[in-house]
T-cell receptor
Framework: DAGITQSPRHKVTETGTPVTLRCHQT?????MYWYRQDPGHGLRLIHY???????DKGEVSDGYSVSRSKTEDFLLTLESATSSQTSVYFC????????????FGEGSRLTVL | SQQGEEDPQALSIQEGENATMNCSYK?????LQWYRQNSGRGLVHLIL?????REKHSGRLRVTLDTSKKSSSLLITASRAADTASYFC???????????FGSGTQLTVLP
């Protein structure tokens, strides 16, 4: 299994609070992705990174920010959580980007009350 | 917006039968990938087929790609209860750095 760890795995928070999810990899892969998974929507890309300090928006980036200060860590921040951000968040990594396979973490389940 | 759409949304078969899932997409692609997701787990890559390939095999998996119809199919032969999972197709187009996933097919294999 690819060395990819998400934390926390489960979090319950209240509307308006900040939340940070962490993705940590030990594979030295260049590309890292944050997806959210909701019933009926499959996986939707939030943000991705193609190198340290290099990030770009995905399909559903509003309300989210990311940072990647070192190769192994990719942080997803919800500045002020809303109930619509209740979801399961998946981090994925790849050494070839979208032209190759992605390796996924086990997911972080976030509930915003 | 979703590029790939799987069909059917749900499929239930008996162990030993074959399972076929289809994926349709809207724009031209560089490659198409299939992933499996067991309940409560992350996605696992199954197979990648490039736009210039028509068929690819991996163990009990067979993937076909018809770029003229913008569609792909995933065939799982001699299914097992352990194949019960959701299956997603994903595509990348042009110079995009991102993989776009469909909403998945939920496969249930009954023992």
């Amino acid at each position: 299994d690819a060395g990819i760890t998400q934390s926390p795995r489960h979090k319950v928070t209240e509307t308006g609070t900040p939340v940070t999810l962490r993705c940590h990899q030990t594979e030295n892969h260049r590309y890292m992705y944050w997806y959210r998974q909701d019933p009926g929507h499959g996986l939707r890309l939030i943000h991705y990174s193609y190198g340290v300090k290099d990030t770009d928006k995905g399909e559903v980036s509003d309300g989210y920010s990311v940072s990647r200060s070192k190769t192994e860590d990719f942080l997803l921040t919800l500045e002020s959580a809303t109930s619509s951000q209740t979801s399961v968040y998946f981090c994925a990594i790849s050494d070839k980007g979208a032209i190759g396979e992605l390796f996924f973490g086990e997911g972080s389940r976030l509930t915003v009350l | 917006s979703q590029q790939g759409e799987e069909d059917p949304q749900a499929l239930s078969i008996q162990e030993g039968e074959n399972a076929t899932m289809n994926c349709s997409y809207k724009t031209s692609i560089n490659n198409l990938q299939w992933y499996r997701q067991n309940s409560g787990r992350g996605l696992v890559h199954l197979i990648l087929i490039r736009s210039n390939e028509r068929e690819k095999h991996s163990g009990r998996l067979r993937v076909t790609l018809d770029t003229s119809k913008k569609s792909s199919s995933l065939l799982i032969t001699a299914s097992r209860a352990a194949d019960t999972a959701s299956y997603f197709c994903a595509t990348v187009s042009g110079s995009a750095r991102q993989l776009t996933f469909g909403s998945g097919t939920q496969l249930t294999v009954l023992p």
